[in-house]
């Protein structure tokens, strides 16, 4: 499947909303971001991304003060939710998105589990879930993380615009 594809449906809400999304993402390296871009007149709601594969690059390219993160734990849908609202808000966006796993073969310092990945989508209404897919393979891991950034992306959205017409 085309980076385009899955993130069609995501850029029609986007577009017919007038609404706009920012990016930050770790194990999927840009691929959200990318995804989001390949649909012709991404310009009318990407505002930006960033890749926070490293705790340097976290605190470069996140405007995130440090005590916003005490007492969370790492690879949690906590910290996908304080990523999500601060690249939203940074970028000032109507929806923020944060991805954060291992995508393999190896573990990290955060996690021993291989295939788990954090994601979070804020914005007027919040959500997240955690994705296992029990695999070490590394560019599938990625591939299907993005997935289902993309899906809780339009499930959100659908579910704000349920909300805000009900």
Same mark, same amino acid.
């Given at each position: 499947m085309g980076l385009e594809t899955s993130a069609l449906p995501v /850029?029609?809400? $986007?577009k017919s909303r007038r609404e706009t999304v920012a990016i930050a993402e770790s194990s &999927? #390296? %840009? $691929?959200?971001?990318?995804?989001?871009? /390949?649909?012709p007149g991404a310009?009318?709601?990407?505002? %930006? %991304?960033?890749?926070?594969y490293t705790r340097e690059s976290r +605190?470069?390219?996140?405007? $995130?003060?440090?005590?916003?993160?005490? #007492?969370v734990k790492p690879?949690?849908?906590?910290?996908?939710?304080?990523? /999500?609202? &601060? *690249?939203? /808000?940074?970028?000032?966006?109507?929806? %923020? *998105?944060?991805e954060l796993g291992v995508a393999g073969p190896g573990t990290t310092p955060y996690s021993d589990e291989v295939g788990i990945s954090v994601i979070a989508v804020a914005g007027p209404i919040t959500a997240s879930e955690t994705v296992r897919t029990g695999s070490d393979n590394r560019e599938e891991?990625?591939?299907?993380f993005t997935e289902?950034? !993309?899906? !809780?992306? +339009?499930?959100?959205?659908?579910?704000?615009?349920?909300?805000a017409t009900s």
């Open positions: /850029a029609a809400l $986007l &999927t #390296g %840009g $691929l959200i971001a990318a995804s989001l871009l /390949a649909v310009s009318a709601y990407f505002l %930006g %991304g960033v890749v926070i +605190k470069v390219f996140l405007n $995130l003060p440090q005590e916003k993160l005490k #007492g690879l949690t849908e906590d910290m996908a939710r304080i990523f /999500a609202e &601060t *690249v939203r /808000a940074d970028l000032n966006a109507t929806w %923020g *998105v944060a891991n990625m591939h299907q289902q950034a !993309l899906l !809780l992306l +339009k499930a959100t959205l659908e579910q704000y615009q349920t909300e």
